[in-house]
């Protein structure tokens, strides 16, 4: 039995065999400007918005995070099945390789009412009958965030938090006031039908130190001490200021099987840490013992040396971060680590992969920053909380924009190759043709993270996963278009454009390349930039999503098109304007 999470990121995912590619002769495109077309009014909203030959074969995994219920949808948007529930998302969910569904649910634990708040682990088949469910929630700890399945053990690890009152915090050394939750991690060994034994744990409260109050166990030099953890350090950046009840809300655990090390993602540090699963329960609450000889203190730790005393700002490689895990054995990048790096509205976000400073037995050099090796970050990419980035075994990376509920799939060279808006939000499904809602930042459809899992994976063994006719949201399917969609994007302009404007040129020296389209955009928006045929069907996408005020340039090849009339259409809330162009073969 393989492990579900890295499973996910691990099976051979090969390309769509589509039949009816085509190739047409080089053509020459020539551009009439055009009034604002009604024709064109009607466009895609939600589900797939664009897709291509080169889109992976798959079936993608995503749970609302306002809903019940958690779907696994084709390329095309259509229901293979769903799972439903009487809880609302705790943000994480799994397939198993048995087709059953793990996943964080809410107990709306009013102890702890930050995001991410969970409670409940719950397995439910692929049929839909509840196998196990696990509650770990009270006054004094919570289940948040994430979990993560050890198929080796058939254990389940829990991140989670504990409340540690004013006067312990002070005890230790802290000089913020008030209450303070402290991330911890149990691993749960399932029994009945809802119980489990607690068979492994590790607390960060067992790995402080501080330099503050001479007089305490704890003191000493941080910048000495990169394996622990400075108990007054504050992020100018976290989400509550560094200084609240929610210090650290850590988001992600991931499990390195080879290693038998676990990482997590410590947000409001804007770090990760690796730390030594093998050991025993009270190794992990020294600092000695285990593979490596130091217990439960970081093995590594890396995204801001401030935070630790050893660098500044400008050292910074993550802020505000989510989904931080190893990239599995077989596939591109392997060992390397994959994080969605949220950053800040000036910044933008990104997806980046580093190369770690670790030897083959997991010994790693804490001295060490890694090295960026990939990034994905196009202008106006920015998503304020939440996201998630799967690597696939043909190089391809599926992102999710937690936020919007905004799903991408970038292939080796950062084109996009599928696009898809989930249509569900807390009021139930949204029509084709109709918006989710919602404004330029969270939106009611958003979404935790989304995993596609290969038509092979042995969850489907055995099950019937032949979709409906139509998508999720209704409405015709998307035409899926042959070849890749093009969509090179300039860096934005430093001058702001007085109004919005779209303008294009023949690329005479090759007119294969028909054309280039300049967008002008003179205050932040949502663009669509799209090409139509003349019966109004979209042939490709140039831009859709969020940019900022700037100058942006895009290209569109029309190799495989036949010659007719085609219109290049530009959309925004308050604006819209189209071109024709005359294709001739």
Same mark, same amino acid.
Request: net charge neutral.
């Given at each position: ?36 077309? @009604? ?25 609302? $995070? ?8 084709? /390329? ?8 439903? %529930? ?26 702890? /009412?930050?995001?991410? @708040? ?10 839909? #009958? ?27 690890? +829990? ?8 006067? #312990? ?6 000089? =913020? ?23 492994? #744990? ?38 509550? !200021? ?28 804007? #770090? ?15 600092? %000695? ?12 730790? &890396? ?32 060992? /390397? ?18 190369? $770690? ?35 696939? =075994?043909?190089?391809?990376? +599926? ?60 969850? &489907? ?30 860096? !934005? ?13 023949? /690329?005479? @020296?090759?007119?294969? +390349?028909?054309? =280039? ?66 294709? +001739?073969?």
């Amino acid at each position: 039995m393989k492990h579900s999470r890295k499973g996910v990121r691990n099976r051979d995912f090969s390309s769509i065999d589509f039949k009816y590619r085509r190739f047409c002769f080089p053509l020459v495109v020539t551009l009439i400007i055009l009034a604002h077309l @009604s024709i064109l009014a009607q466009t895609r909203t939600v589900g797939v918005i664009s897709m291509t030959a080169d889109t992976t074969a798959g079936y993608t995994l995503f749970a609302p $995070l306002m809903g019940t219920v958690t779907y696994l949808v084709d /390329n095309f948007g259509r229901e293979i099945n769903s799972w439903k %529930s009487d809880k609302t998302s705790g943000a994480s969910d799994y397939l198993l390789d048995d087709g059953s569904l793990l996943r964080c649910e809410s107990l709306q634990n009013r102890s702890f /009412n930050a995001g991410g @708040s969970g409670g409940r682990v719950k397995r439910t088949s692929w049929d839909g #009958e509840t196998m196990w469910t696990y509650d770990y929630s009270n006054s004094s700890h919570c289940q948040q965030h994430d979990i993560e399945y050890l198929p080796k053990t058939g254990t389940v690890l +829990l991140l989670a938090w504990e409340v540690k009152t004013q006067s #312990e915090a002070s005890a230790v050394g802290r000089t =913020a006031t008030g209450n303070v939750w402290m991330d911890h991690i149990v691993e749960v060994k399932p029994s009945g039908s809802s119980g489990g034994e607690i068979v492994w #744990e590790w607390h960060v409260w067992d790995h402080l130190i501080q330099d503050k109050d001479a007089s305490k166990g704890n003191y000493g030099v941080v910048a000495d001490h990169p394996e622990l953890v400075d108990i007054n350090y504050k992020n100018p950046d976290a989400v509550m !200021g560094g200084t609240s009840t929610d210090w650290l809300h850590t988001n992600a655990v991931y499990y390195n099987e080879e290693l038998d090390q676990i990482m997590i993602s410590v947000l409001d540090l804007g #770090e990760v840490w690796i730390i030594d699963h093998h050991t025993t329960t009270a190794e992990a609450a020294s600092h %000695s013992g285990g593979k490596h000889g130091k217990g439960g203190d970081l093995l590594y730790r &890396f995204g801001n040396p401030a935070a630790y005393k050893s660098g500044s700002n400008s050292d910074r490689l993550l802020q505000l971060q989510h989904d931080a895990h190893w990239i599995p054995k077989g596939l591109p990048g392997a060992g /390397n680590v994959l994080v969605f790096n949220n950053g800040t509205s000036s910044r933008g976000s990104s997806v980046d992969e580093f190369k $770690l400073p670790v030897d083959a037995d997991g010994k790693y050099d804490l001295k060490k920053a890694p090295e960026k090796v990939w990034s994905y970050a196009p202008a106006g990419f920015y998503a304020t909380n939440m996201g998630s980035g799967q690597r696939m =075994a043909n190089g391809s990376t +599926l992102i999710c924009h937690g936020p919007k509920g905004t799903f991408y799939e970038v292939d080796t060279d950062k084109d996009i190759v599928w696009e898809y808006i989930s249509p569900v939000t807390s009021s139930g499904i949204t029509q084709q043709g109709k918006s989710p809602g919602g404004g330029m930042g969270m939106q009611p459809n958003q979404c935790f993270r989304a995993y596609r899992y290969a038509p092979d994976d042995a969850a &489907f063994a055995g099950k019937n996963i032949t979709p409906p006719a139509a998508p999720v949201e209704g409405g015709d399917l998307i035409t899926v278009k042959p070849g890749k969609t093009v969509i090179v994007s300039s860096s !934005g302009d430093a001058q702001v454009p007085g109004a919005f404007s779209l303008s294009s040129y023949v /690329n005479s @020296s090759n007119p294969a +390349l028909a054309t =280039a389209v300049t967008v002008t955009v003179p205050r932040n928006s949502d663009v669509t930039v799209k090409i139509y045929n003349a019966g109004g069907r979209e042939i490709a996408t140039l831009v859709n999503h969020y940019l900022s005020a700037g100058k942006y340039s895009y290209t569109w090849s029309a190799n495989g098109c036949a010659g007719g009339i085609y219109f290049v259409r530009l959309v925004t809330k308050n604006y819209a304007t189209a071109h024709r162009l005359v294709v +001739l073969q």
